[in-house]
């Protein structure tokens, strides 16, 4: 009798604290800050306005317990970016849960790469680039604008289209990678996708978009594909059913970043174009890191202007490595030049 009243009376007491028989609300979560760095201890403490006896204080974060040391988390987690940090606690019997949103960031900051040319080789003046991947030494490109969007297969030493696939004049054509003998292509805002068969690029079925916002770069690990959608956030997708799976955020030591284009899969890594910029972005796969930035300044003036050229638009986009020359491959929109380079540190 005497446990069924001290129940009773702190539900009355809540409701006699605000209106609600919510306790949460009389609690919250304090940070020494809401920016943290990866591995960083930081200090936590559970603020009780009403001074309410409690239980069994836990720490969550992504559904795992956090440990506590000296009022200190360590954030050692797997993945970086948004993050919601829950305390769970009881009342009584009764488990009361808060949160509190904070930025999981990066433990150092990018290192900065330059690249060194190899070689140039003729690019079609008329593609759009979106997407570019080797596949068995053969490259393989998608093209973008509603009315010119293609999918196609491309002799690089001689720039020659061996195989042109147009696009419906409604669909602006993105981001593709090649996996298992299937090329998987991307639209930009139709909120679908298109997979063909690699050996002549028929297309074999179309798919949809769950959750991710628009359609703009893919590549893949070998079992799943990675997706960019024009925010910080970078999708898995399953090859089979194209269902997303999860996602990464890409992150800097100092800030979220959200400018991942078109995409490239080498070693663990990431590579992905910045939109609109004339540099890359190395990535870890797994945390969403960026540990590195590629500064390909200077490589766009090396490029003959063609008719087809927009100064606005005709910028740095198109990454493919051939893993037997271990080499990369970019170009740009409209760009009559894809260059062979080697990508190392600048102060090499």
Not at 168 to 173: E, H, K, P, T
Not at 174 to 203: A, C, R
Not at 262 to 290: H, R
Not at 293 to 302: A, M, Q, R, S, Y
Request: a negative charge; glycine letters at 10%.
């Amino acid at each position: 009798m005497g446990k069924l009243f001290s129940i009773t009376g702190a539900l009355l007491f809540f409701l006699g604290c605000g209106g609600s028989a919510d306790p949460a609300k009389h609690f919250a979560i304090q940070l020494e800050n809401k920016a943290i760095q990866q591995n960083q201890q930081v200090g936590v403490a559970l603020k009780n306005k009403k001074d309410i006896e409690i239980s069994d204080l836990q720490y969550y974060i992504d559904g795992k317990q956090i440990p506590v040391d000296n009022g200190k988390l360590t954030l050692d987690l797997a993945t970086l970016g948004n993050k919601t940090l829950v305390a769970k606690f009881k009342i009584e019997e009764q488990t009361v849960e808060v949160e509190k949103d904070f930025r999981l960031l990066a433990a150092a900051a990018p290192e900065v790469y330059t690249y060194e040319i190899i070689n140039s080789y003729p690019h079609d003046t008329g593609a759009y680039t979106q997407g570019l991947e080797f596949y068995k030494d053969t490259l393989y490109e998608s093209t973008g604008k509603k009315g010119a969007s293609t999918v196609r297969k491309v002799n690089f030493e001689t720039g020659e289209v061996l195989t042109n696939i147009p696009m419906d004049n409604s669909i602006f054509g993105e981001g593709i990678t090649i996996m298992n003998d299937k090329l998987y292509q991307l639209t930009w805002q139709s909120g679908m996708g298109f997979v063909y068969d690699i050996s002549n690029l028929e297309k074999i079925k179309n798919f949809t978009y769950g959750k991710s916002r628009e359609g703009w770069g893919l590549c893949n690990d070998g079992e799943k594909i990675f997706k960019s959608d024009g925010t910080e956030k970078i999708w898995f997708l399953d090859p089979e059913t194209l269902e997303e799976q999860g996602h990464i955020e890409t992150v800097t030591n100092k800030s979220i970043f959200n400018r991942a284009n078109e995409l490239e899969y080498v070693n663990g890594k990431i590579y992905a174009n910045v939109y609109q910029k004339e540099s890359m972005m190395i990535i870890d796969a797994t945390s969403g890191a960026i540990e590195g930035v590629i500064n390909f300044g200077g490589l766009k003036n090396k490029v003959k202007k063609g008719p087809e050229w927009d100064e606005g638009n005709s910028v740095l986009n198109g990454v493919a490595y051939h893993p037997e020359r271990e080499t990369f491959f970019v170009t740009g929109k409209n760009w009559d030049k894809l260059f062979e380079v080697k990508i190392r540190k600048k102060d090499q």
